[in-house]
């Protein structure tokens, strides 16, 4: 008897099992969702940034995430380090956060050329994150482009939010300028500069200190000369930061009140006048020597006899255009000698001072 039932038991064993298989693969179906990822990530080099997933992906527990780089050239960045290498450390699923965390600093900007393997940086990095959850019935999967830019360093004592920074030197001075940039980029990295093969051997460029020697600018120092300088710091040969800057070497400038003879190179002062109290004045021009250097002028300090004094009552004034001092008609001053300090800013930004005594006596 149980032998004739035995085919028509397998018959429902097996439907039984096609059955419960249908239903198995049902359950097993995943959506596909859109991570809404953007399409270009730019990143400065230095900056971090976390990139959001959907909240489905973020709440489950058995989300399973991978990044693939594979459409990266894998070039050598060094002796021990490939570029995909790189990318799986500086792009990282974050648990505790469910974000996507980007680290350019593990990076290179994009399209620069190593100075010592010569190897290039694509013009992104293709990052195609994959996911999947059975808990959440979801898949994904989207590339997006990574472009990193290289930061701009700073220079110390310079007009950093100029788009070319510059700073004058008055020949004979010393010129020494100091790049700077965030510690965390230093290791491992080097200073250079980018265009040192037209600058000639008057620059020297140590640790971070960028200086002149003796021999920079005109022999003759007569006539200005200008460098045009890119110092840049870079990893692995791999420019990370620079910064344009010029810097402009100028004649000694005299500024004193009197007489300049260049061709003579004699200089005939007159900065000790006498006047007669109480009588109006107006004192002759300083020479600023190039004059193509001269901007403005001011009064910085008034002493009488050695003892500072103000100018509350407006009686002293200078021509800002053309440095004359200027004393009004009055009736309060008393004799004594007046030195003025006179401060002559420079169209370089640089300023010089020199003063001019008013010796006032009874007409």
């Given amino acids: 008897m149980i032998l004739k039932n035995y085919p028509r038991v397998l018959l429902i064993a097996g439907l039984f099992l096609s059955v419960s298989a ?60 490939k570029l995909r290498d ?20 593990l990076l290179y900007p994009n399209n620069s050329v190593s100075s010592t393997s010569g190897n290039k940086i694509p013009e992104s990095y293709k990052v195609t994150v994959q996911v999947s959850s059975k808990s959440q019935g979801i898949e994904a999967k989207q590339t997006f482009d990574l472009k990193i830019s290289p930061a701009e360093l700073t220079i110390k004592g310079l007009d950093n939010q100029s788009a070319v920074p510059s700073a004058y030197v008055l020949y004979g001075d010393a010129a020494a300028f100091e790049m700077e940039a965030p510690a965390a980029w230093l290791t491992n990295s080097t200073w250079t500069l980018e265009n040192k093969a037209t600058l000639g051997t008057a ?34 040969g791999f420019t990370i930061a620079s910064r344009a800057f010029k810097v402009t070497f100028i004649p000694q400038i005299k500024f004193f009140y009197g007489t300049y003879y260049a061709d003579l190179n004699l200089t005939i002062l007159t900065n000790s006048v006498y006047i007669a109290l ?11 020597y190039p004059e193509q250097y001269k901007s403005t002028f001011s009064i910085t300090s008034i002493e009488k006899n050695g003892v500072a004094i103000d100018n509350k009552d407006g009686i002293f004034g200078i021509d800002e255009k053309t440095g004359s001092v200027t004393v009004k008609k009055n009736t309060t001053l008393t004799q004594g000698s007046y030195k003025f300090t006179v401060s002559a800013k420079t169209t370089t930004g640089l300023e010089f001072s020199t003063t001019l005594t008013l010796n006032m006596e009874q007409g």
């Fill in 278 to 288: 109480s009588n109006g004045y107006l004192s002759a021009s300083p020479t600023l």
């Fill in 86 to 105: 790189q990318l799986s450390r500086a792009i990282v699923f974050d648990k505790t956060t469910g974000k996507l965390h980007v680290n350019s600093m």
């Fill in 22 to 81: 249908c239903k198995k693969d049902k359950q097993l179906e995943l959506n596909t969702i859109d991570l809404g990822l953007p399409s270009t990530v730019s990143l400065v080099y230095g900056q971090e940034q976390d990139i959001s997933l959907p909240a489905s992906v973020q709440n489950a527990t058995d989300a399973g995430i991978s990044l693939d780089f594979s459409q990266v050239e894998n070039i050598q960045v060094n002796t021990s380090v």
């Fill in 203 to 236: 620059i020297s460029f140590v640790s971070n200190k960028l200086s002149f020697g003796t021999n920079a600018g005109d022999p003759a120092k007569k006539a200005e000369k200008a460098y045009d300088l890119i110092p840049v710091l870079q990893k692995d």
